[in-house]
């Protein structure tokens, strides 16, 4: 779930959608509830023309049953959705809170980070951000590249001014199959 480099530099710095497993897992779940509330409904049928109706007032109790305990369901799975969208916008917050480069600069940030990656450590690269008036640098630094198991990763040393604010911190970037996504 690390976001691309080259995505955050084109102004893409919309995190991923953390709910859409959990969508995806609650519309199978209740599709295949659905598909065994219209079986247990077409057995009930296929009985009652079989006994001439005379089935009919036990399988309505069952499918009455199914259908509660459904519906049960449904509410369940509601509720922990509504939770787990919470806990993510809670956790997004607070990530926004902590970031170092807001969203409005990285794009800037991402580009000098971009043009500076393949260089050896102590490369660096300003930038600023007319928009917002913010300004930065970035640095590679040294680092021992078996640390993380022969994945190519950069550590890069960053700064964000933006008035009399100035901020300081790292990151971490890997490539993966030709392409630098940003784990920290």
């Known amino acids: 779930m690390a976001p691309r480099l080259a995505d955050i530099a084109a102004g893409n710095t919309s995190g ?18 659905s598909a065994s ?16 109706g005379m089935s009919l ?15 049960m369901l449904a509410a369940q799975m509601a ?12 956790a997004e ?30 490369k660096s690269a300003s930038w600023q951000n007319p928009a917002t008036g913010a300004s930065g640098k970035v640095t590679l630094k040294a680092m021992d590249k078996r640390m993380f198991g022969g994945l190519d990763c950069r550590s ?10 100035l901020r300081r911190g790292d990151m971490l970037a890997c490539r993966s199959k030709g392409e630098w996504y940003l784990l920290s």
Not at 93 to 118: C, F, H, N, T
């Open 37 to 52: 509330m219209a079986r247990s409904a077409g057995y009930a049928a296929i009985d009652a023309a079989m006994t001439g």
């Open 57 to 71: 007032a036990g399988s309505g109790y069952s499918l009455a049953m199914q259908g509660a305990g459904n519906a």
């Open 79 to 90: 509720s922990v959705r509504a939770q787990a969208s919470a806990d993510v916008a809670k």
């Open 93 to 122: 917050a607070q990530e926004k809170a902590a970031q170092l480069v807001p969203d409005a600069d990285r794009p800037s940030e991402a580009q000098a980070v971009l043009s500076i990656i393949d260089g050896s450590s102590g």
């Open 156 to 165: 890069i040393q960053r700064e964000w001014k933006s008035g009399a604010t």
């Open 16 to 33: 991923p959608n953390y709910m859409a497993p959990v969508d995806r897992q609650i519309a199978l779940t209740m599709a295949r509830q």
